[in-house]
């Protein structure tokens, strides 16, 4: 164990924002060699290539179009070079395409990106480094988001940083009324990928400079009307959104450099219509109220008659979900979507984990409720969560070595020991949970769903 952390070498050109000299209430432990053979290894195992059989190309959400003559095609991709952003000359073929665009086009039914994507250290490159030529607020939401837009046209969503890293949620403060944290962000998508799910946008954590990536060259007017200097001289803007829009909300550079998370943004809405569904385990959001599913025991009978839970997939899904919500702490889970084109049969994405992260002190057992109540589990999950409970590849080792890579880890660890902590405690509740419905049914295929059949444990 060592005090002091010393920056681990990344290939970004991060400049130290000062925000790290605030007192560590707890002990950072260095990422070391273990830690990331660790990961390697677990990225080696064989349960993270057993895949769904090859995808047909119906199983893509976007594709090229493919008639018209090979100049019409390569035609379709120019543009005039517009100002600010490059000149652009993409083809048909895919190493012509920028990161963001192969990761639009690599999106499948199952999944976001590929287990070893080849795209995907490019696109968190992309996401870390490349200039940034337009930054505007996120109309919708509860609290201040920005998207950020990149001189080769792709797009990011940004969350800033409103507390210290090592803050955690007080108390007496309800779920719903919890700021939302970018790192938070940041380790959500690490997890999810650890887990092998693949279903959060790849995010990063980048410095961003709110004078001259953000104020000067917004065109949202109202968003620009918003910055003021702070008694100490540093940067800040509140934008305009129903919470937490106003001076005493505001979110500062130190003095201008700016923690926050940038999500790649997913295809166009006009490309790619995705649909929200009510979480069947949403919280009731009062705090008076109760929902139905903390009162019903057998709530899970009628989530399992009712459409579109009483076929395929689904109820895996939220599963899955929920599992990543209980080992993150997140409560927030009221929504999720799909992409309208697979209809019933895909994966559900796993957006805005900004509520995660907030106590590593505490668990919260009502997040499983979904796996007590249903007690149905993948057997690919379980394993993965096997494996991840043994020493040789322990979840909170490859956390650390995987946020290691993270531009921002180097700045402070996004994850304090006591996160990482509290991470494989749960994930020993959740292995338990599962013991526990295996030891009320009899039959182990009511509880476990083989999606793996030809894998031999
Ligand atoms: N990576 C992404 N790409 C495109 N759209 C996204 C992405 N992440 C989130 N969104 C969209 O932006 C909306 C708002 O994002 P998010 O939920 O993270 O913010 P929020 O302020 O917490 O919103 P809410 O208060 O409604 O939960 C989401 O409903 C989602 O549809
Ligand atoms: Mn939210």
């Known amino acids: 164990f060592q005090r002091a952390r010393t920056c681990n070498t990344t290939s970004t050109n991060l400049t130290r924002s000062g925000s790290t000299s ?21 990225f080696s195992h064989a349960l993270y290539s057993q895949h769904a ?43 012509t ?29 992309q996401l870390s480094n490349h200039r940034i030529t337009s930054a505007v607020q996120k109309s919708g939401g509860t609290q201040l988001k920005l998207v950020i837009t990149f001189s080769n046209y792709g797009q990011a969503l940004f969350k800033p940083m409103k507390q210290e890293r090592y803050d955690e949620t007080n108390v007496n403060l309800y779920y719903f009324s919890d700021f939302e944290r970018h790192n938070a962000e940041i380790a959500a998508f690490h997890l999810d990928r650890i887990l092998g799910f693949r279903r959060v946008p790849p995010v990063v954590g980048r410095l961003v400079d709110v004078i001259k990536e953000i104020k000067e060259i917004t065109t949202d007017h109202k968003l620009a009307r918003t910055f003021f200097h702070s008694p100490v001289g540093n940067t800040c803007f509140y934008g305009q959104c129903s919470y937490y829009c106003s001076t005493e909300h505001a979110v500062c550079g130190r003095p201008r450099a700016l923690e926050g998370s940038l999500a790649a943004m997913l295809p166009d809405l006009s490309l790619a219509p995705r649909r929200s569904w009510r979480n069947p385990w949403r919280r009731s959001y009062s705090r008076s109220k109760l929902a139905l599913w903390e009162q019903t025991p057998t709530y899970c009978n009628a989530v399992k008659k009712t459409p579109p839970y009483d076929q395929g997939t689904r109820l895996l899904d939220i599963i899955d979900m929920t599992i990543l919500d209980f080992l993150q702490n997140n409560m927030d889970r009221h929504h999720y979507e799909t992409f309208e ?65 993270d531009p921002l880890d180097a700045v402070a660890p996004l994850l304090t020991e006591s996160h990482l902590t509290a991470l494989d405690r749960r994930l020993a509740t959740v292995i338990q949970t599962v013991q526990q419905c295996l030891l009320r049914h009899p039959n182990h295929h009511d509880v476990i769903y083989d999606d793996i059949p030809d894998f031999l444990d």
């Open 97 to 125: 395409h920028p990161p963001w665009l192969r990761f639009h086009l690599g999106i499948t039914r199952w999944q976001l990106y590929q287990h070893r994507d080849i795209n995907l250290p490019a696109l968190l490159e």
């Open 53 to 95: 059989p090859s995808s047909p190309d119906d199983d893509t959400l976007l594709r090229i179009r493919t008639q018209g003559t090979e100049e019409q095609d390569g035609q379709q991709w120019l543009s005039n070079s517009q100002e600010g952003y490059d000149p652009i000359q993409w083809k048909g073929s895919a190493d």
């Open 22 to 42: 605030a007192a560590r209430p707890v002990r950072q432990r260095r990422v070391g060699a273990a830690d990331l053979a660790k990961l390697k290894a677990l």
């Open 341 to 405: 084109i697979f209809g019933n049969n895909t994966f559900l994405l796993h957006l805005d984990n900004g509520r995660a992260f907030g106590r590593h002190s505490k668990d919260e057992p009502s997040i499983l409720t979904p796996l007590v109540q249903c007690c149905r589990i993948r057997r690919s999950t379980l394993l993965r969560l096997q494996l991840l409970s043994s020493p040789q590849y322990r979840l909170s080792d490859v956390m650390r070595a995987s946020l290691s890579q």
